[in-house]
């Protein structure tokens, strides 16, 4: 790997707990059931830090971003995170403009919390909002309400560099103006930054045992259309599938993922992809949050690793560069996987035939079709391990 362009290295910190567990969440996200949330504190971040001195993985590469997701993080205070943060500066380097985001509930806000995130170096915050709408929110099972959601995202843009809100569409029986409404108060805060996702309906949770009755898709379509024209007409730039930003404002981090990037994984459930050499590991952490703490003196924290397959380099990396409005570079694909672009030249030209990708000046991007169906676009890639690119 040349030193002159390194791939970028984050670290993604597994915060496993909640106050409620949302019916549609499928998330490793488990409810906090008569446990003491300051003790689970102390020793959860105790293993974290220990994980962290344990791993076994180093490099000369500084940390491009870290971000805290989960669950709920913003229910561990600004003194754990400040530790993990520091050990990860003393195994590592941080860059100096490294992007350091926490996810949090507005239903669990703690102003002096939000006040300390900042003072220990924190510059984004991530809100999982999903909705201002009282009907929506009940039926969702947020924890907060739409005033509790309002004042903790105008609280964050006063506080931080950036703010993301995260909102859902497609919701049961959620009418256009109800949308409009929503996006018209996402605008109104002054976030950065929006994260708008599709309801799906994911197996293993309350909703796909108990479905609700979600818009036909005729009308998520426009549904969808609703948030693309509000929030670009407010010059936000849609640059990923669910990810809408203002200028400037891009989500490094998830960047990083999408543009196969590298990741260090710490905490219960947490992946990894470490490039080392002509090899792509990925690593993954017990899952159970339970079973994770139980290990923690045996240093035992990796339930299973293997290394990328071509197949697998060809379709991780197309699932996640065309996910970007804006595609990927030829010279991109061919550095993180490691593989020249010819070896996908049968299914480029399939996918350019379907008129589902573009290739202008050395880029590769999704058309609209391809990002309207996104799905038939990335089966294209996927190919059996019989038939691994040589």
């Not at 050990?87 to 380097?93: A, G, L, S, Y």
């Not at 806000?109 to 009282?134: A, C, H, P, T």
Request: charged share 25%; hydrophobic share 35%; glycine share 4%.
């Amino acid at each position: 790997m040349s030193n002159k362009h390194p791939i970028p290295l984050s670290v993604y910190v597994h915060i496993p707990w909640c106050i409620h567990k949302c019916p549609y969440c499928d998330f490793n996200s488990h409810e906090f059931q008569g446990q003491d949330i300051k003790q689970n504190e102390i020793i959860y971040t105790n293993a974290l830090i220990k994980q962290l001195e344990s791993t076994h993985f180093s490099s000369q590469r500084p940390i491009h971003s870290i971000f805290f997701g989960g669950g709920t993080p913003s229910l561990f205070s600004p003194e754990a995170f400040e530790k993990i943060i520091n050990k990860i500066r003393e195994k590592f380097t941080l860059e100096n403009n490294c992007e350091i985001t926490i996810e949090a509930n507005p239903g669990t806000v703690d102003k002096q919390y939000f006040y300390g995130y900042k003072d220990i170096g924190i510059n984004r915050m991530s809100l999982g909002i999903q909705s201002f709408n009282e009907t929506h929110l009940k039926k969702l099972e947020r924890i907060h309400n739409k005033q509790e959601a309002y004042e903790a995202a105008k609280l964050a843009v006063k506080l931080f560099d950036k703010v993301n809100i995260d909102l859902m569409f497609a919701l049961p029986e959620q009418t256009p103006s109800e949308l409009n409404d929503d996006i018209k108060m996402a605008l109104d805060i002054g976030s950065s930054h929006v994260s708008y996702y599709h309801l799906t309906i994911e197996p293993n949770t309350f909703f796909y045992k108990h479905p609700p009755k979600v818009p036909n898709q005729d009308d998520s379509s426009k549904l969808f259309d609703l948030v693309c024209n509000g929030l670009k007409n407010a010059n936000f730039e849609h640059y990923e599938t669910s990810a809408y930003a203002k200028k400037g404002s891009q989500c490094h981090h998830n960047l990083n993922y999408w543009n196969f990037g590298d990741y260090l994984g710490i905490g219960a459930g947490a992946h990894s992809k470490i490039t080392s050499g002509d090899s792509i590991i990925r690593y993954s952490c017990h899952k159970s949050p339970k079973y994770y703490l139980s290990e923690v003196d045996k240093n035992n924290f990796i339930k299973e690793e293997h290394e990328l397959t071509n197949n697998d380099r060809v379709f991780e990396y197309m699932m996640n560069a065309l996910r970007l409005n804006n595609g990927f570079e030829i010279s991109n694909f061919e550095y993180r996987t490691n593989l020249p672009i010819n070896e996908i030249k049968e299914e480029l030209l399939i996918a350019r035939e379907k008129q589902l990708i573009s290739q202008i000046d050395g880029r590769i991007k999704p058309t609209i079709l391809g990002q309207n169906f996104l799905n038939e676009l990335l089966q294209i890639f996927l190919r059996s391990q019989d038939h691994d690119v040589k």
